[in-house]
């Protein structure tokens, strides 16, 4: 597994969604990667802090701003 290809599956993975043979490459590159293993715990702590937000806790423009961040990010 690519360090690419971790971070497109983080999101399943923290959520316990992979398939068994999935969740073991995970793991298997964690285990060889330190910079993955950093930006699984970033991402870890990303949800704890956010992970009670509701979208109506947001202002518009907040709401706007992360919506744009997240779609250029795809590109």
Request: hydrophobic fraction near 35%; glycine fraction near 4%; aromatic fraction near 6%.
């Amino acid at each position: 597994m690519t360090c690419k290809e971790l971070v497109e599956l983080i999101t399943e993975y923290l959520e316990c969604a992979l398939r068994e043979p999935e969740r073991r490459r995970f793991e298997r590159h964690l285990k060889g990667c330190p910079s993955c293993v950093t930006y699984l715990e970033q991402m870890r702590l990303a949800v704890r802090a956010l992970g009670g937000l509701s979208q109506d806790s947001l202002s518009p423009e907040a709401r706007d701003q992360l919506m744009s961040a997240f779609q250029d990010w795809k590109r």
